[in-house]
């Protein structure tokens, strides 16, 4: 089935390719773990995760930000892939207006 070219698809198209092009804010948080060998934490086996912010930017995708915060703090070897990677990132939401 094939669309029809009209005024509405292609203003759409456009606002796609311009909100692309647009600055979004990412924000860098990092994972840690709290355990101690108690009967509150399982003694060890169950540890209270922490997520921080540690900073944010504006990028024009999740991967252009990731380089950002690789650049910016380069010497602690950020690492964004594995399944609890330390470090990770999100878009911040848009509010609705």
Do not use: C
């Not at 600055?23 to 773990?33: A, E, F, H, I, V």
């Not at 540690?54 to 380089?67: C, D, E, F, G, I």
Request: overall charge positive.
């Amino acid at each position: 089935m094939q669309t029809k070219h009209t005024a509405e698809n292609t203003e759409s198209s456009a606002v796609k390719v311009a909100r692309e092009n647009e600055l979004q804010p990412y924000t860098l948080y990092r994972r840690s773990y709290k355990s101690e060998n108690t009967p509150e934490y399982g003694f060890g086996d169950f540890p209270e995760t922490i997520i921080s912010p540690v900073l944010s930017v504006n990028a024009k995708s999740l991967r252009s930000a990731q380089n950002q915060f690789k650049k910016l703090f380069g010497w602690k070897r950020i690492s964004f892939s594995g399944r609890f990677a330390t470090y990770f990132v999100t878009q911040v939401a848009e509010e609705s207006k």
